[in-house]
């Protein structure tokens, strides 16, 4: 059975820092892992612009694309954005799921 999960998305922008927040708004009611996601586009310089995510793992993909069920960690890898790191860093890294990507640069 599905539980419910009620989310509060927080967007703010200062200084130059967008900052997107998910935050539970309330409990679920039952033990809940959930993947949040979004559709936005922005146009970073691959070479100055910097990212932040405080996120310890990622969920790979197969090679169509479907996510493949497991939970990868992101430390080491071109996904590992736990300190301000340059958008693309690590885009030509020999890395199997950037291989999956078509990538102008």
Request: charged share 15%; net charge neutral.
């Amino acid at each position: 059975m599905a539980a419910a999960v009620t989310l509060l998305i927080v967007w703010s922008s200062r200084a130059g820092t967008i900052t997107v927040l998910y935050l539970p708004a309330t409990g679920t009611d039952a033990a809940t892992g959930i993947t949040t996601t979004n559709t936005l586009r922005f146009a970073f310089r691959a070479t100055t612009d910097k990212g932040t995510i405080l996120a310890d793992d990622f969920t790979p993909a197969d090679s169509a694309l479907i996510p493949a069920r497991k939970i990868a960690p992101a430390a080491g890898t071109p996904f590992d954005f736990g300190k301000p790191t340059p958008i693309g860093a690590s885009i030509n890294d020999n890395n199997q799921q950037l291989k999956y990507c078509s990538v102008t640069t």
